[in-house]
């Protein structure tokens, strides 16, 4: 069984910085992509940033220059640095990963955050 936990989220004010992270923990093989989501309030999930095992990268085009994904691969940890916040990123924050030979995505349980002056 694989798990993946984020944490990292919380209140911040408009122009602030956070870093999410997110690790993988379990049995398994290797992670061929990891990424986050986040789904606001009424909205449906959206992709944020992604980034597979090869290096790339993809951003959505609303938080590209602002946000940075990362991994650490000896911690099969994925992070996120979130800066210049803006209250339209406020939402709950999804980690995803493709597990080498076991399918996906699987899923994190979410982080809220929350940008309000």
């Known amino acids: 069984q694989v798990q993946l936990v984020e944490s990292g989220g919380g209140l911040v004010q408009p122009g602030d910085s956070l870093r999410l992270s997110c690790a993988a923990s379990g049995i398994f093989f290797g992670i061929d992509a990891m990424g986050w989501y986040r789904q606001a309030p009424g909205k449906e999930r959206e992709l944020v940033a992604d980034l597979t095992s090869a290096g790339t990268t993809t951003y959505a085009d609303s938080v590209r220059g602002r946000f940075t994904i990362s991994r650490d691969n000896a911690k099969d940890t994925v992070y996120l640095q979130m800066s210049r916040l803006k209250p339209e990123d406020t939402a709950v924050y999804y980690c995803?990963?493709?597990?080498?030979?076991?399918?996906?995505?699987?899923w994190g349980q979410g982080t809220q955050v929350t940008v309000s002056s």
């Open positions: 995803n990963a493709y597990f080498r030979g076991m399918g996906g995505p699987y």
